[in-house]
Each structure stands twice: as C-alpha cells, then as structure tokens.
C-alpha cells in the first residue's frame, strides 16, 4: 500500500497569534506529520454578521454574546501571515496546506502555489465553490460531515464535469461535531462511500483521542486529517477537540506501525524474523521411557515434547507400531 499521507489541521488553534502559529508547525515536524494545515478565509465572505455560533463553539470560546462573524475576524491569517507560515515551513521541511473557505481565498491559494485543494465539510452543498475548486486544481480531498451519499455524489459529479477524474479524488468521512462521540463516528461509512464511488478514501477526525484515526487505516484509510493545538486548555473553537503535540506524535507513531503491519502479499507464511522460533516452539516425537532396540513403538513409551527437530507429532501414527531401530533414553528424540 501507500503510504497514508498525514494532515497535522492546525486551523485556527494559533488564535490570531503568528508566533503560535510558527510553534504549531514545530510540532508538526516533531511529530512527523506529512502536512501542517490551517485555515484561509476573509470572514466577511465567509459568514453573515448576525451569524450564531455553533453549541461546541460557545462552550469552547466560552462566549456566548459574540457573533460567529466576531470569532472568525480574530483567526483569520492575511496574505502576510500566510507568505511568513510557508517560508517557515519551507525551512522546516514540511508541507504548508490549508483550506480555503471563501472564492477569493481559493484563488488565494492556487497564486501562491498550492497544487491540491481540501474541500471543508461545510462547502460541500456551495455549487459555486466546488466549481471554481475544480477549474483552479487538479487534486481534490473532500470533507463529508453532515453529508449524504446524495451530497457527495453532486459534489463529485461536479469535479467530473470539469474534467477532474476519480483517481485525483480522495473522499475523507467525517462528523463535524466537536468533539465527536464514539457512538457517532460511523466509521463504515468510508468503506461504504469507497464501494459506492470507487475513489481513494481518508477519514478526517474530531474525536478525542488517536484511536478512531488509528482504525481507519487499519480499514484502509489513505488520508488522515487531525486537529491538534499547542495546549487543549486555550480558548478558541477547536482546541478542546485536538491532539496535545505528544498526542499527535503518539498518533503518527501508531498509523505508520498500522501501516507496516498490514502491508505484505497477504499470503499465510512463516515470516522470516519467526523462522528461528519454529525448532524452539514446536515439538517432536520423544521417548517417554527407556526403550530398547527392538522394541515396538506405544502409545505407552512415546510422547511429544519441545524442541521441533525431530520427527513431527503429526507423523505419531505413523510411528505407532514401528520397531526400535536402536536403544533410547527418556527424551530421546525418535527416528524411524
């Protein structure tokens, strides 16, 4: 298989800060991840004024009073901040990405190089957006929450119209509650979306924990999206929903183990590093007394017993019967 390609989501978890933005790429990189992502929108295109937050965005910004237009002013990145994040990167060794939110911030993206595009779960019913992303970029991943198969099928029968073919499509199952619970993930929905659509598929996570995002690529997962913060107990809307920095490393850790373990032809074999533990492990046909030459082989006189460089005890009837070619002592490992 290939190897599933990581997305460390610092969204907006640097709160408007871009020294906490420059420390959330640090740990990207500490942890290994493949991407470092946050977030591209002007906030006036983005949302309406008298816009309400979300339950989760309340409880986590511990305010109720301002707008959700009020929130997003204070995360957005301008052009600068994003020029600043990509040379840090760039020194860094890792990936910058981010999602657009609005049409001027995708065409933002695609002037500064990007050459995929991750489509937000919100976006995916916004027709005028999933076309403009189809004519700016070649390459697709596409957040489901809140989706039927119905919205995903329109959503991808747009990027087929303009010539974006199913191969250059990743589908990422997703539940957009924050943090999402257990009995909620669903997570055979991705395998039914990637028998439906026949496209690589991903799973964009907001559970607590690493063990969902663990589990979808043991199922098969080519992508993986995870929120992550630099400290769970800042305000803001996402943070209480992420991965701490040694979490995110604990997880990348545990996807690329996932990653080799399932790997290989799939053929039931003995593995080379077990090759040695055969002799040691199995057993053999042994005396269980002292026999003497000529004397036949019992029920009563063998026994099977480690190590397994005899004859095999599925060979016992086989020796049942048999004369002694020899005298043997207890242990002793029989041949015939």
Excluded at 79 to 89: G, M, W
Excluded at 284 to 294: E, L
Aim: with cysteine.
């Amino acid at each position: 298989m290939s190897k599933v390609l990581i997305i460390a989501e610092a969204g907006v978890n640097h709160n408007g800060n871009l020294e906490n933005a420059f420390k959330l790429i640090d740990a990207a990189v500490d942890a290994g991840v493949d991407y470092v992502k946050f977030q591209t929108f002007k906030s006036e295109n983005l949302v309406s004024k008298s816009a309400k937050k979300a339950d989760y965005q309340i409880q986590n910004t511990g305010n109720s009073t301002d707008s959700q237009y009020e929130m997003l002013k204070k995360l957005e990145l301008s052009h600068e901040n994003h020029e600043l994040l990509i040379d840090y990167c760039k020194q860094k060794n890792i990936q910058f990405f981010s999602t657009a939110f609005d049409l001027d911030s995708l065409q933002y993206l695609k002037e500064i190089g990007l050459d995929l595009v991750k489509i937000p779960s919100g976006e995916i019913t916004n027709l005028p957006y999933l076309r403009k992303a189809a004519q700016l970029f070649n390459k697709v991943i596409l957040s489901t929450g809140m989706c039927t198969m119905e919205d995903i099928e329109a959503a991808i029968n747009v990027f087929l119209a303009e010539k974006i073919s199913k191969e250059n499509i990743t589908i990422l199952h997703c539940n957009t509650e924050y943090p999402t619970p257990m009995n909620d993930v669903n997570l055979k929905a991705m395998l039914s979306i990637q028998q439906e659509f026949g496209t690589d598929i991903g799973y964009s996570d907001h559970t607590l924990g690493i063990e969902v995002p663990v589990a979808a690529v043991a199922l098969g997962a080519s992508v993986i999206e995870k929120h992550f913060t630099l400290d769970n107990t800042m305000e803001g809307p996402d943070h209480a929903a992420s991965l701490a920095p040694h979490e995110l490393k604990e997880m990348v850790k545990a996807i690329r183990n996932i990653e080799q373990a399932i790997s290989g032809d799939g053929i039931k074999t003995p593995s080379e590093s077990e090759m040695k533990n055969i002799e040691i492990a199995r057993k053999s046909i042994v005396a269980s007394t002292s026999i003497s030459k000529g004397e036949i082989f019992t029920e009563e006189n063998l026994t099977i017993k480690r190590p397994g460089t005899g004859i095999s005890p599925m060979k016992w009837d086989e020796v049942i019967g048999k004369f002694a070619q020899k005298d043997y002592l207890t242990d002793d490992l029989i041949e015939i």
